[in-house]
């Protein structure tokens, strides 16, 4: 590796990996067995192409894919299509900060505060992040469970 910049291990593991495995695998219920059934018995090698065989009927016509199972691979890259979906500020604010009032309101909490990108007032915000200190571990956490 050191003379060629490349690893022989590496190349063979890559060649047994199905092209587009590692995209799929980002895929919230595609698991690796299923990844690669998909590529030997479809030639499935991209969530495109997966989303393309769910849609006209491809995908449950293969052995361990009925239609429970497409629907939740279709619901799958739903979630991975919105991934990256990003939240106005105004909009997350009014959420965060009536979260942050109902979490400020338990006698646990020393002190809840907006973080992240509401904090600095970001244009769009990813996700919403309220740390605080308490006077019992766990308490709070309780009631999100």
């Known amino acids: 590796m050191w003379s060629t910049?490349?690893?022989q291990q590496l190349e063979r593991l890559r060649s047994e990996l199905p092209p587009g495995a590692l995209e799929l695998a980002e895929v919230p219920g595609v698991s690796?067995?299923?990844i690669q059934q998909l590529w030997?018995?479809?030639g499935i090698d991209s969530v495109a192409?997966?989303?393309?065989?769910c849609t006209d009927g491809r995908l449950a016509k293969l052995k361990g894919f009925g239609a429970k199972t497409v629907q939740k691979?279709?619901?799958?890259i739903d979630r991975w299509e919105r991934r990256d979906e990003r939240?106005?500020?105004i909009d997350a604010l009014e959420d965060a900060e009536q979260l942050a009032a109902y979490?400020?309101?338990d006698p646990a909490a020393r002190r809840v505060v907006l973080a992240g990108s509401l904090r600095r007032w970001r244009e769009t915000v990813s996700g919403r992040r309220l740390p605080r200190r308490q006077r019992r571990?766990?308490?709070i956490n309780q009631t999100f469970d």
């Open 137 to 139: 571990a766990g308490r």
């Open 73 to 76: 691979i279709l619901d799958g």
């Open 32 to 34: 690796l067995k299923k």
């Open 103 to 105: 979490l400020a309101a």
């Open 87 to 89: 939240v106005r500020l």
């Open 40 to 42: 030997t018995d479809a």
């Open 5 to 7: 910049g490349r690893s």
């Open 49 to 53: 192409t997966l989303k393309l065989a």
